[in-house]
C-alpha cells in the first residue's frame, strides 16, 4: 500500500537508453528503468508514475497537471537540466519536494553540463550513480515525505 505518489520524469533523448551513447549511460533501456522505479516505489510505498518526453512544454504540461495530484517529483532533465529556466520555474511554482537525478557524472563531462537549472530547486541531487540514481532519488524521497508528514 502506498502512502505517497511521485512523479517520475525523463526529458530528451533518454527515450534512447540502451542504445544512445552506453558507454555513458549504460546498457538498460527506459522500460527498464521504468521497472526498476516502479518495484523500489512498491518496496517504498510510493506510487510511480513515470513519464518521458523530447519536448519541453509536455514535460512542463505534466508538471503543472501534477500540481494536485503528486506528493513529490523525481526528475532526469537530461539536456534540459542546462537550458530549461521553464522547467526550473514550474517545479518551482508547483511547491513540491523535487529529486533531480543523472545517470552519468555530469561534473566530469563538459563544462556546459557543470550547471543546472533544475538544481537550485531540488531538495537533492543524485548523479554519477547509473540507473540506480534513480532508486536512491525516490528513497530520498520517500525520506523527505515522511518527514514532512510527521511535522
Not at 533523448?13 to 551513447?21: A, P
Not at 522505479?37 to 501534477?66: K, M, P, T, Y
Not at 563544462?111 to 531538495?123: G, I, M, N
Request: charged share 20%; aromatic share 6%; glycine share 6%.
Amino acid at each position: 500500500m502506498s502512502f505517497a505518489s511521485v512523479l517520475v520524469l525523463n526529458g530528451p533523448n533518454l527515450n534512447l537508453l540502451g542504445t544512445r551513447e552506453p558507454a555513458i549511460y549504460g546498457s538498460e533501456t527506459l522500460d527498464d528503468v521504468a521497472k526498476l522505479c516502479r518495484d523500489a516505489g512498491e518496496r517504498l510505498g510510493l506510487s510511480v508514475d513515470f513519464c518521458q518526453s523530447n519536448a519541453e512544454h509536455q514535460l512542463i504540461d505534466w508538471l503543472h497537471a501534477a500540481r494536485t495530484k503528486v506528493d513529490g517529483i523525481v526528475i532526469n532533465p537530461a539536456a534540459y537540466t542546462h537550458t530549461s529556466v521553464a522547467i526550473a520555474d514550474a517545479l518551482s511554482a508547483i511547491g513540491k519536494p523535487v529529486v533531480e537525478v543523472h545517470i552519468s557524472n555530469v561534473h566530469r563531462r563538459e563544462a556546459f553540463r557543470h550547471h543546472s537549472y533544475v538544481s537550485a530547486v531540488a531538495d537533492a541531487i543524485i548523479v554519477g550513480c547509473g540507473t540506480q540514481g534513480y532508486v536512491f532519488a525516490l528513497e530520498r524521497m520517500a525520506t523527505i515525505l515522511k518527514n514532512r508528514a510527521a511535522k
